[in-house]
């Protein structure tokens, strides 16, 4: 009788990388699509593209690092940096900027640190970074919600979209159909106060609507992973209570010239960050403790760089920030095994 | 129903329990061979007490225990001791073990055996050591024998009593069906344990999954005056590791490194107390036990009660195996069971569950994917770990850090690698790192070890060199003082101390000389070998090697010698001892002397009584100083007969050479007054001739006379 020799356990949950990376993917449906209905073919169309460079990068480089391509090109990861990316830069970039920022996304964050699972930094966010600093011409030339641009759904039509990011348009066009960000509107307003922003700002006081929707949309992705256990708790809420916490002090003692929490949860990259974003588990702390630290310092930054920094968003500097602390948080933010009074603290050994 | 409380983690496999619990308990049919391994637990092995060929009886015990912890094994039916000595046994590591094989005759004869009459009357260690003769250990995991567990009770206080019924691996229905069927004998076994370890409280854990069982063991403890609780918990993996069952029912955590003991709780399996009750009261041995054979490979899953001993293959023939679809023999669940390949591996007991799982049920697992720190390992962890981190440290070979990350806490329960994404075998990891560590340590206990040796040595050479040194000084000092004794004194020109010295150097020359001829021989010795050795093989040198033997073979000759002859001029030193033993005595006669003296003068002052005692004193003291007085005489007598023997005068030895001493001194003042060279010169010579003759004369009768 022939029979194998293993070790246990000898069953296993059917849950495989793929299906995570599967899921995170359905997640971000109601996002892309509320992306799409506010902003235009735009975002589409980047996915699209970014999609195909990332797997098209992702197999080149497995081919040159001798890796089995099939194996790896299944886990679906490549695919989720690269949707990361497409929803972050502004949809009208060209497609150059789209290009680039795989390649370092891909290639440099992600396979010169080792591949999946070895990575530091999270890719779309090194890449977002390198883009914003390098291209801040088109990295800022985000689209205005069609609500703005008259009755119906007035958005730049699919080939015109298609013409803008491909090909070259009069700077005339882009005008018509982009825009400030409400965090721009409210970084550049002068000495206005809050209010006097509001009254004067049109994407603020009408256009704001569009990024409260996506803001939900990308919420409702969240739970959606939340409830299916993909990703835990910990980061996410305690990234959003710190920002809401920072902003609403500061809104407390200074209602004129700060932002409410609401606010800040609701535009830019917050929730996208929350549940998608900082929730990579490769270059964010490991254990729940940990994440729980990790998401709050993500938090206060983001409101540090948004109300002090040079930039109107500050996800991709703070998340990276995090990342970097990350590892250190991990050595300090042991949970209690069993059958110890407390936690255990640092490297241990010679360390 | 009290409290259930909570543990961190655990998971959800798919039960697969349904399969197995249609029908009731049934018989195995008699095998014809049993393999009973002597070892089934940790511990000591049992020691066969049986011989090949002898014929057995049911219930005889066939190996004693060995030791504290070991465990008795009885024969499970009668046979015949066909063998004794390796067979496959159920162990991870697939090696061989020694196993007693007993061929059945289906007679089935019982030893004559009978149970306590009243074991409540008994003492506790009568009653522990029948328990123990028994040969009953635990049935849950690890085999550990029941009576150790059972003595606990002297030196720790136990006030809470677990008994383990949870059964939470998948597939596993052995203790569902017990409960069940025998929920009598499993109440009657906790009252013999309670009667021991006196507990306070006595909790069933049980899981929610196994309603029929509650039922049962309610209906039996209806009526029963021990405080018990049946304690339902929440089905989830691993919520029968003796760890997180305790949590479960008590929110008490046992501290690591310590035993439930520690905190008062001991934890018993369900089954084992079965087995106690047959024994106290059928005096039974554990001979038999309940084995979950079931699987997608299996025609009819069931469970069988079976004989210790029973190779695999006669419980899946009874359950009508798919010989093509068997794909994966797993022995115990599927979390953390072992797989088998041998089909004649035998029935131990600890043997709860037989899968036989086909492909589909068991497939290989998936190629292992990189981690990516999704971190659901550790929202599995019973043990409250990092699971991934420890992955991390195990690949890394960073051992201090695994440690430092609780390794040692890992209850290897295999929910992490269940829900692992990627499919990273983990518990492999942790066993890696584990027995890494364990060898580790033991090397370095070994080495620590070697190192405390060589600094005990060192230190004890330092001290011997030193120790030597004191010695060598001593000696120097001494000699120097004689010198200047000797130049003090230059007008008798007695070598006294030097020759003294030289008795002293003698002895130690002696031996030096025997370790040289000791050491010569043995080169020769090997010399010879060498020589021999090149001979027989044809080598080069052989030449270099006939001279090399030959040169050593004279000087091992010469070693010989030199070593005979010093040790033949060291006895009539030898014989100089009684010469001591001459000078004390002389000593001892002139104390005794002084003694009497001083009693005499002392009794001219007393009078009365005291007078009489000391007057009685005084004449012992006199009495003995004749008697020393005499052995002297006789000593000295006897040292000037045996110089006689030697054709010597002691005496008139004596006179010659206090003559020629004084003929070297007159020479010597006279040499001093002289100024003529030609006189100076002959009274030189004379006096050279002087002194030789004094210093042959004092030699010789340094030989005969101590100094």
Not at chain 2, 460 to 480: H, N, P, T, V
Not at chain 2, 654 to 672: F, N, P
Request: hydrophobic share 45%.
């Amino acid at each position: 009788m022939s029979l194998i020799r293993m070790s246990s356990p000898h069953v296993y949950k059917t849950n495989t990388t793929a299906n995570v990376m599967r899921l995170v993917l359905l997640a971000t449906l109601p996002g892309i699509i509320a992306m799409t209905v506010f902003f235009g073919w735009g975002t589409l169309i980047q996915l699209v593209w970014a999609g195909a460079l990332a797997v098209a990068f992702e197999a080149i480089i497995l081919k040159i690092r001798r890796r089995p391509l099939g194996f790896y090109l299944s886990d679906g990861s490549a695919l989720v940096t690269a949707l990361l990316l497409a929803v972050a830069i502004p949809p009208f970039a060209p497609w150059w900027v789209t290009a680039v920022g795989i390649f370092v996304a891909i290639v440099i964050a992600k396979h010169l640190y080792g591949g999946l699972g070895q990575n530091p930094f999270n890719p779309a966010m090194v890449a977002y970074a390198l883009l914003l600093i390098s291209f801040p011409v088109e990295m800022t030339r985000w689209s205005a919600p069609f609500v703005l641009n008259g009755e119906g759904w007035p958005v730049a039509s699919f080939f015109d979209t298609l013409g803008a990011i491909f090909g070259s348009v009069d700077s005339v066009w882009y005008d018509s159909f982009t825009g400030a960000t409400p965090l721009d509107e409210l970084r550049h307003r002068g000495g206005l106060t809050n209010e006097e922003a509001w009254r004067q700002s049109v994407v603020l006081s009408e256009g704001i609507g569009a990024w409260h929707a996506v803001s939900a949309a990308w919420l409702m992705g969240g739970i959606f992973l939340l409830y299916r256990k993909i990703i835990t708790w910990h980061a996410p809420i305690s990234m959003l209570l710190a920002l809401a916490i920072c902003s609403a002090m500061f809104y407390g003692y200074d209602p004129d010239n700060y932002a409410g929490p609401f606010f800040h949860l609701s535009t830019g990259a917050t929730m996208l960050a929350a549940f998608f974003i900082i929730t990579d588990p490769v270059s964010s702390a490991t254990s729940n403790r940990g994440r729980i630290i990790f998401g709050a310092g993500i938090g206060v930054l983001i409101f540090i760089i948004r109300t002090w920094g040079n930039y109107p968003d500050g996800v991709a500097f703070a998340v990276l920030l995090m990342n970097l602390a990350a590892p250190f948080i991990d050595i300090y933010s042991q949970p209690r095994s069993y059958g110890h009074s407390k936690a255990n603290k640092g490297q241990g050994g010679k360390a | 129903m009290g409290k259930v409380f909570a543990f961190h983690g655990g998971i959800h496999p798919p039960e697969n329990k349904k399969q197995s619990t249609r029908t009731p308990i049934r018989d195995m049919p008699l095998p014809k061979v049993l393999y009973i391994p002597l070892q089934q637990h940790i511990g000591i092995a049992a020691s066969p007490v049986v011989n090949i060929g002898d014929r057995v009886l049911k219930g005889q015990m066939i190996a004693e225990p060995v030791g504290r912890i070991s465990a008795a094994l009885h024969a499970p039916t009668s046979g015949i001791i066909r063998s004794i000595g390796p067979h496959p046994v159920p162990h991870a590591s697939g090696l061989d073990s020694d196993c007693i094989c007993i061929e059945t005759d289906g007679k089935e004869e019982w030893v004559e055996h009978h149970g306590l009459e009243d074991y409540t009357r008994l003492e506790p260690g009568t009653l522990i050591e029948h328990i123990r003769q028994c040969g009953v250990a635990g049935m849950g995991g690890a085999g550990f024998p029941t009576d150790v567990k059972l003595h606990l009770g002297d030196n720790h206080i136990v006030n809470t009593l677990v008994i383990n019924a949870a059964e939470c691996e998948p597939y596993i229905t052995a203790d569902d069906m017990m409960m069940r069927e025998r929920a009598d004998e499993i109440l009657g076994g906790i009252k013999v344990i309670s009667h021991l370890l006196k507990p306070s409280h006595i909790m069933i854990g049980i899981e929610d999954n196994k309603p029929q069982a509650i039922h049962a063991l309610e209906a039996a403890l209806k009526g029963c005056e021990l405080n018990i609780d049946i304690r339902v918990v929440p089905t989830k993996y691993p919520s029968g590791g003796e760890r997180q069952l305790i949590k479960l029912l008590t929110g008490i955590e046992v501290p690591s490194g310590r035993i439930p003991a520690d905190i008062g709780i001991v934890c018993q399996n369900i089954g084992t107390t079965a087995a106690i009750y047959r024994a106290v009261h059928f005096g039974e041995p554990l001979i038999s036990r309940v084995v979950t054979v079931t699987g997608d490979a299996v025609a009819q899953p069931q469970n069988l009660n079976v004989l210790i001993g029973t190779p695999f293959a006669d419980l899946l023939d009874a359950s009508g195996v798919y010989e093509n679809k068997l794909y994966r023999l797993v022995m115990g669940g599927p979390m953390m069971g072992v797989t088998v390949e041998h089909d004649q591996i035998p029935v131990i007991k600890t043997t709860n569950c037989i899968i036989a799982a086909s492909t589909d049920e068991m497939p290989p697992a998936p190629p292992e994917q990189p981690c990516i720190r999704c971190g659901m390992c550790e929202q599995v962890c019973p043990a409250e770990l990092l699971p991934q981190q420890l992955y991390w440290f195990a690949k890394g070979r960073e051992f201090d850090k695994a440690k430092n990350h609780n390794l040692f806490d890992c209850i290897e329960c295999g929910a992490c690698a269940y829900v692992c994404p990627s499919s990273i075998p983990l518990v492999q990891y942790y066993r890696f790192a584990k027995s890494e560590i364990r060898t580790e340590e033991t090397e370095q206990r070994k080495a620590d070890h070697a190192r405390e040796r060589f600094e005990a040595r060192q230190a004890r050479l330092e001290r011997e060199q030193a120790e030597k040194e004191a010695r060598r000084k001593a000696r120097a000092e001494e000699a120097a003082r004689a010198q200047q004794a000797r130049k003090t004194a230059s007008e008798t020109p007695v070598a006294e101390t030097g020759s003294a010295a030289a008795v002293t150097a003698a002895p130690v020359d002696v031996k030096a000389l025997k370790t040289a001829a000791a050491v010569a021989r043995t080169k020769l010795k090997k010399a010879r070998t060498a020589l021999k050795n090149a001979e027989d093989k044809g080598l080069d040198g052989i030449d270099t090697l006939r001279i090399t033997v030959t040169t050593l073979e004279q000087k091992a000759d010469a070693a010989d010698q030199a070593y005979k002859d010093a040790e033949a001029s060291t006895v009539p030193e030898q014989a100089a001892a009684p010469a001591v033993d001459l000078k004390t005595l002389k000593q001892q006669v002139s104390i005794m002397r002084t003694k009497i003296k001083k009693a005499e003068t002392a009794l001219a002052e007393l009078d009365g009584e005291a007078r009489a005692q000391a007057e009685q004193d005084l004449s012992t003291l006199r009495q003995r100083h004749e008697e020393a007085d005499k052995a002297f005489k006789a000593a000295e007598q006897a040292q000037i007969d045996a110089a006689a023997a030697q054709g010597v005068d002691l005496k008139k030895l004596k006179i010659d050479a206090a003559m020629a001493r004084a003929a070297v001194t007159k020479l010597e003042r006279s040499l001093a007054k002289t100024e003529e060279d030609e006189a100076r010169a002959a009274l030189e010579a004379e006096l050279a001739i002087a002194r030789a003759k004094a210093d042959t004369l004092n030699n010789t009768l340094k030989q005969h006379e101590p100094a």
